[in-house]
T-cell receptor, first 111, second 110 residues
């Protein structure tokens, strides 16, 4: 029973570059979430995928952010033209019913 | 007003103490409630669900007060390992989107 995995665990990039963050949810979980957590802050909802339904993108902070989920499993969060304010921990979670299980996160630092 | 509000703390207590956190929520139609625990630089992990009748898991007791729209977490006989941030989580309307509070930080000292 593997949990949610994310890669990379850490990413340092230069302002203006694009980054891709990957999430492998728990097998069989149809729901997948992306959150962002800045230092000392709460979780900020970004996007939600459920099965084949259209994703809820209401939390994406700008059009530089996008996410895909291929085959109902792996998801990729892409941030284009990164800015320093994008620096945060990006957490992925998958869920069975109400309970969300989180991955270890990707710590993104934009220099 | 935030949908879920918590006292950020920190609560600094000695080992063995009893400590309680409250969390208030704004949506009276909220259906499900949870406490998650987050250790420093780690991901949140489910601590316990909160049921209408209240529930207990070892040293941890969670209660729901619908009339006043708050949930509570009581920790008895605090251990050093209880030091963490405790996140209050609410499902507003049996939807998929959980709302996370900003967390209450607990420090248990020797």
């Amino acid at each position: 029973g593997a949990g949610v995995s994310q890669s990379p665990s850490n990413k340092v990039t230069e302002k203006g570059k694009d980054v891709e963050l990957r999430c492998d949810p728990i097998s069989g979980h149809t729901a997948l979430y992306w959150y962002r957590q800045s230092l000392g802050q709460g979780l900020e909802f970004l996007i939600y995928f459920q099965g084949n339904s259209a994703p809820d993108k209401s939390g994406l902070p700008s059009d530089r952010f996008s996410a895909e989920r291929t085959g109902g499993s792996v998801s990729t969060l892409t941030i284009q033209r990164t800015q320093q304010e994008d620096s945060a921990v990006y957490l992925c979670a998958s869920s069975s019913e109400d309970t969300q299980y989180f991955g270890p996160g990707t710590r993104l630092t934009v220099l | 007003r935030k949908e879920v509000e918590q006292d950020p703390g920190p609560f600094n207590v000695p080992e063995g103490a009893t400590v309680a956190f409250n969390c208030t929520y704004s949506n009276s139609a909220s259906q499900s409630f949870f406490w998650y625990r987050q250790d420093c630089r780690k991901e949140p992990k489910l601590l316990m669900s909160v049921y209408s009748s209240g529930n207990e898991d070892g040293r941890f007791t969670a209660q729901l007060n619908r009339a006043s729209q708050y949930i509570s977490l009581l920790i008895r006989d605090s251990k050093l390992s209880d030091s963490a941030t405790y996140l209050c989580v609410v499902n507003p309307q049996s939807s998929y989107k959980l709302i996370f509070g900003s967390g209450t930080r607990l420090l248990v000292r020797p």
